[in-house]
């Protein structure tokens, strides 16, 4: 079995190189897994990754969405050092979603179902047909039939994903707020609690305010690897 704290994927949204070692420093044997995202990435370019990857495994969240040829250049372009997962639009074509698997190189591609910030409102304004979960799950199994390594989703999509997809096919669940901070929203509009998630059939979960912003980081990621334990 999975230790509890392999499960955690500490969001590494901060704005510098020094904050981001700093923390992963901190972190290193309490969380599974980094997730360099977009203002990283964007702030320190590619060779974040080399500096972050000595404390732990990245989630490279780039969430690719583009033409087939751009997505292989991509995804070819990176640094490999330790970049266990890379997260691509799941609404991409099928040919773009393929030819991201083709071209991983060992990296498993996890395509993004709907964004934990939208709502089915959000949906609607725009013209989809299907419900916020239906499409969800559409998407998740899409993604398995391409090939895709498994996606991330709402812990409302997970369980039903899961039957879907089935249990070699990963799930990881973005907008995780542990139950001693209080289930607050901030600006995603599905959350829930790390138990719930775990329960409902996440492999992983993405946190990263109530580990970032607490006086003792390193206490509070333990704090999550419990509540893991008694989902």
């Known amino acids: 079995m999975i230790d509890s704290y392999k499960r955690i994927i500490f969001a590494l949204d901060v704005p510098s190189s020094e904050k981001g070692v700093e923390l992963a420093k901190k972190l290193s044997g309490s969380v599974g897994y980094f997730k360099i995202g977009l203002e990283l990435f964007v702030k320190c370019g590619p060779q974040i990754i080399s500096e972050i990857s000595n404390y732990a495994p990245i989630f490279l969240d780039l969430k690719l969405h583009d033409i087939p040829a751009t997505i292989k250049g991509a ?13 691509i639009h799941a609404s991409n074509s099928k040919e773009a979603l393929m030819e991201a698997v083709k071209s991983s190189n060992g990296i498993k591609i996890i395509a993004v179902t709907v964004l934990t910030s939208i709502s089915q409102n959000d949906l609607e304004e725009e013209g989809y047909k299907k419900s916020l979960a239906e499409l969800a799950v559409a998407r998740a199994v899409k993604a398995k039939n391409c090939g895709c390594h498994g996606v991330v989703c709402s812990v409302f999509e997970a369980k039903e ?6 249990n070699d096919f990963l799930i990881i669940t973005p907008g995780i707020r542990p139950s001693w901070e209080g ?34 980081p390193q206490k509070a990621a333990m704090m999550i690897a419990k509540e893991i334990d008694f989902h």
């Open 75 to 87: 995804i070819q372009s990176l640094p490999k050092e330790n970049v266990q997962m890379l997260t």
């Open 161 to 166: 994903i899961r039957k879907e997809c089935g």
């Open 183 to 216: 289930v607050s929203k901030h600006d995603q509009k599905r959350v829930a609690t790390p138990a719930e998630a775990i329960k409902a059939g996440a492999d992983f979960v993405v946190i990263g305010r109530a580990i970032r912003d607490a006086d003792d």
